[in-house]
């Protein structure tokens, strides 16, 4: 997806990718879809194209403030995915 904006009157070009993500905890109601920019990998990273991502237990936790471990909002829910290829820089 792009997305298209204007800045100084010059229009750019903004590559997206849809997220599931929490601001806030609470029930599923608070899982909203969004558009992210897509993240420019580091030098000893990869980018990955991901076909189909999967919410489990653990987000479940997550989501609704259980985890035992300290997690900054926002979040983006789908730790589990498939994906085949990776991208060029």
């Known amino acids: 997806m792009f997305e298209q904006g204007s800045a100084d009157g010059v229009s750019t070009e903004v590559r997206t ?29 990869v980018l990955v194209k991901v076909h189909a ?3 489990g237990p653990w987000d479940g936790w997550i989501r609704s403030g259980k985890s035992v471990l300290p997690q900054p909002l926002p979040l983006t829910l789908g730790s589990g995915c498939l994906w085949r290829d990776s991208l060029p820089r």
Do not use: N, S
């Open 17 to 45: 990718m849809k997220a599931m993500r929490v601001h806030e905890f609470g029930g599923p109601d608070a899982i909203r879809e969004e558009d992210l920019p897509i993240p420019t990998p580091g030098a000893d990273e």
């Open 53 to 55: 991502a999967g919410v």
